[in-house]
């Protein structure tokens, strides 16, 4: 991000060309986060920690599945905050 890649850019790009490839980094950076970002939760969900899609509607009453919502949560969770760790 801001802190690691931009001053790395800025100490290696030439200056004509700075912006251009900063701007292509961010962009690069941003759709991959969220194209892969997406499809990790869907994954993770299902896969790991046992989403349900066949029950994914909520009830007449209006309650919700609650082991769906936790699945759903977690993997949110994790591919939300795994990358921070790293």
């Not at 100490?11 to 499809?39: H, P, Y």
């Not at 599945?65 to 949560?73: F, P, Q, V, W």
Request: glycine letters at 10%.
């Amino acid at each position: 991000g801001v802190g690691v890649n931009l001053p790395i850019l800025s100490e290696i790009v030439k200056d004509d060309r700075r912006a251009t490839i900063m701007a292509w980094e961010g962009t690069l950076e941003s759709s991959c986060s969220q194209i892969f970002g997406n499809s990790m939760v869907g994954l993770l969900a299902q896969s790991v920690f046992g989403y349900d899609l066949a029950n994914a509607k909520s009830v007449g009453d209006g309650h919700r599945d609650a082991a769906n919502t936790k699945a759903l949560g977690t993997a949110l969770m994790m591919v939300s905050f795994f990358p921070w760790m790293l």
